[in-house]
């Protein structure tokens, strides 16, 4: 049980320990057993501090797979992931391995799936095998990423849209011969280059250098101007928290009002993680 003191956060009793890891982003969430199912009033708690720290981290928390999602259902209904094996027994996990065969290559800045029309409401990502060094996550605050925006530039990104594509990431992934079917499947969607949280009314950028594409009815030059401008806006450390992994290590991230990295640093290790995902609503 703690009291929330810092200025940065609402005076009020948690129903857990809440240790926040910079000013704006991250905070370790103990005093909690995610096996177990939760009140109702630990959720809300939880939910509230997701929205406010944007990713919540707990440690020591071995969870099978099956807890793994039960802990992510309390948060609403979860979504599958395309490139999940269609033979896979649980397929609401995402199972993200990395080992000598297969070199990881996460490293860019995204927020998850902006690729779909409803992108996600936020993910649940479990350490299960990590490397002895290297394989850190860093996330970034894009809430603080657009307050720091000079205001005559707000005005300008005020109503623009821009087109989210699922090829311009994975394409690579997947025989050209598909990539029609893919698109058919996934159709690019626009969404505000600037959202407003749901939750917190909070405004946050939402472009991102994997999925996001172009401005809608900008010319080519100047969309790719503006775009690199603001997707470069996660990599300033000022809005980042960075997580070393433990084993049975745990975080939850709010995917509308941050990105995340994954440091691709480890190659030849081995790192294994699971992640869970809620759905989401469309972005306005
Ligand atoms: C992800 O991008 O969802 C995975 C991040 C990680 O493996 O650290």
Request: charged share 25%; aromatic share 8%; no cysteine.
């Amino acid at each position: 049980m703690t009291t929330a003191t810092s200025s940065a956060r609402s005076v009020h009793t948690l129903p857990f320990d809440l240790d926040p890891q910079t000013p704006g982003i991250g905070a370790f969430i103990s005093d909690l057993d995610l096996r177990q199912a939760l009140p109702d009033e630990v959720i809300a708690a939880l939910r509230a501090a997701l929205v406010q720290w944007k990713v919540l981290f707990f440690r020591d928390q071995h969870l099978s797979e099956e807890e793994h999602i039960r802990f992510a259902r309390q948060f609403g209904e979860l979504e599958i992931h395309p490139l999940t094996p269609p033979d896979q027994p649980r397929p609401e996990i995402l199972r993200i391995v990395h080992d000598r065969d297969n070199r990881g290559t996460e490293n860019f800045w995204h927020s998850d799936v902006t690729w779909r029309p409803q992108p996600s409401l936020g993910s649940i990502l479990r350490a299960v095998e990590i490397p002895e060094l290297g394989g850190d996550t860093l996330w970034a605050d894009m809430e603080a990423a657009y307050a720091e925006l000079p205001d005559t530039l707000k005005e300008k990104l005020a109503g623009l849209q821009a087109e989210h594509n699922f090829l311009r990431a994975f394409g690579h992934r997947i025989p050209e011969e598909q990539h029609p079917e893919i698109r058919e499947r996934h159709p690019p969607q626009h969404h505000p280059v600037v959202r407003t949280h749901p939750e917190s009314g909070r405004k946050s950028l939402y472009v991102n250098i994997a999925f996001t594409d172009h401005i809608v009815g900008m010319d080519k030059q100047e969309s790719d101007k503006l775009l690199g401008f603001l997707q470069d806006r996660a990599g300033r450390p000022e809005y980042q928290v960075r997580l070393k992994w433990q084993p049975g290590t745990i975080a939850f991230w709010d995917n509308r009002a941050s990105q995340h990295y994954a440091v691709s640093d480890y190659w030849p290790q081995r790192r294994v993680m699971e992640r869970v995902t809620v759905a989401g609503d469309r972005p306005f």
